[in-house]
Every structure is written in C-alpha cells, then in structure tokens.
C-alpha cells in the first residue's frame, strides 16, 4: 500500500500546529499521548521539535490491546532514548491515575519553587498527539467524568479547550500529523489504527496491506478469529475466504471487498482480533 498520493496534512492541522506554538508558553509542560499499537509511528517529531522548550512526557496509552511482552520491549525503547513515559488504559476509570503523578515529577523543581514562595498555582499540561490515540478519553479518565469531546474517528477534536482538575489544568489540543511521513510503514500503521482519515483510504487496499501484515506479525489471530488456514495463501486468498465466510458477498456471489476490508479494519481497531502491536518484537 502506497501512501505518496495521501494527502493526510489538511489545511487544519497547519492552522492546530500554529496554535499549539502560540499557547505552549502557557503550558508547563507536554502530555503526549501515543497508541501502544504504534507508538513509533504517533510521534510527531516536527511537534516535538517546535514545543521542546518544555518538558514532555508521553503516555503509551491503549495498553490493554497490546501483550505485556511488547510494552516491556517498547518502554525499553524509549527508557534507552531517556524518554519519560507512562502506560495508561484510558477507558478504564483508574487506568490514567500515574499521569498527574508523573508529570509533576518532571516538573519537582518549579513545584518546590513555587513552594517555596507560598505559590499554590495549577500545573499546567498541553495534551497532545496524533488522531485518534485516545487523547481525549485519557483526559475524562484524569476527570472522572466526561470533560472532552471523544469520538472513535480522526478529527474529533477540532480547537482547544481547557479542562480544570484539582491542582492540575490540561489544554486538550486537535489531533496532529506530522506535516510529512518519511516511513511508508508508519504511514501504513496510522491508517490501521485510524490516525489518518478512513474516507481519503481505500478500504480494499487498506485491509489487503493488512492483512499480510498480520500474516507476519500474529497469523493466529487470523486464523482464531475468521477460522482460516493461511497455509500456502496469499494475502488476498485470506481477504476472500474472510469474505466468504462472513458473507461480505454481493449479489451473484461476488466479492464484497468494501464491506469485507471495513469489518476486518474495525475488528483490529476494537481489539477483537487480540493484543496485537505492529512495533513490537515481532514486527521489528
């Protein structure tokens, strides 16, 4: 799957990346939120360049579709670049309760300052990441209550808003791509998880690329999940037989590929078809 022809930096997420430069300096620090399933891929190293005048931690969030093995491997990763980062499942009510804590430790000097002086002001964190990494249900979960707009596609969140905690105020920002993608891969990996708009993909080439993908990384999960042997297949012979049993047929028979590629996307997505990283051991 080639995604040269993609236009996935839209006249919005210039305007997001504008704004987020011009109201880091009322942050004291960066949340940045990253899809356990890519993280590699989520990183926005144009926005980490343009906000590194303040501290960043990241937030390997949706940890609960990945295998303990592969957080471990990736967390060794980021702790061998001096990476501050913390795992989180942010649609369970306490799986994001280590972030506040982790932040503030990044950030013990100036909180020992203000201390010092008798401030009691509000830290103050600017959440950030590519769409679709979960970066608003993170915020509700450090809430407790439904506080920013989440949704399960790119884009929902289109301006910033401010939400207030005990002690702790966050800047939810929109979802941004890097304005290029040098790695194909990665590229491929942000389709998969929804970080790129589905309705500039093509659904069949998207499920196909997936699909021997996941021939690579996790056959069993295949074969558990739509009862296919991929022995001696093709990728597109699994895309068909997925199709013919799940009925995605169209009159006649024929192939409905459309049909057949959303159900396989959407199973990934909702993690039905296990804990599967596609920058994990495996895959690397």
Not at 16 to 40: H, Q, S, T, W, Y
Not at 155 to 178: C, H, S
Not at 259 to 270: A, H, T, Y
Request: one cysteine or more.
């Amino acid at each position: 799957m080639d995604l040269d022809h993609i236009q996935w930096f839209p006249g919005h997420m210039t305007k997001a990346m504008r704004m987020m430069e011009e109201n880091i300096k009322l942050c004291d620090g960066v949340i940045f939120v990253l899809d356990a399933r890519a993280p590699f891929a989520c990183r926005n190293k144009t926005l980490e360049k343009k906000l590194s005048n303040r501290p960043f931690l990241y937030v390997l969030n949706k940890c609960d579709l990945i295998s303990e093995s592969d957080k471990d491997y990736i967390l060794s990763l980021f702790a061998a670049e001096g990476i501050k980062v913390v795992t989180s499942i942010g649609t369970m009510s306490n799986g994001c309760k280590n972030i506040y804590t982790a932040f503030k430790s990044l950030l013990i000097e100036k909180v020992e300052r203000n201390k010092a002086k008798g401030v009691t002001k509000a830290l103050r964190a600017m959440v950030a990441g590519v769409p679709n990494t979960g970066k608003s249900t993170v915020i509700n979960a450090l809430c407790g209550k439904k506080a920013a707009i989440v949704g399960d596609k790119a884009g929902v969140t289109r301006g910033k808003q401010w939400v207030r905690l005990d002690g702790f105020e966050l800047l939810d920002t929109p979802g941004t791509m890097p304005p290029s993608l040098d790695n194909n891969e990665y590229g491929k990996h942000l389709a998969y998880i929804g970080g790129l708009n589905d309705a500039i993909l093509d659904v069949g080439d998207l499920c196909l690329a997936l699909i021997e993908d996941l021939m690579k990384i996790c056959p069993k999960c295949l074969e558990d999940r739509y009862g296919v042997s991929l022995d001696q297949l093709t990728p597109l012979q699994v895309y068909e037989e997925i199709a013919k049993r799940r009925g995605c047929l169209a009159k006649g028979g024929v192939i409905d590929y459309e049909r057949c590629g959303s159900l396989v996307i959407d199973d990934f997505r909702k993690g039905r078809l296990g804990k599967i990283c596609l920058e994990g051991k495996v895959s690397l």
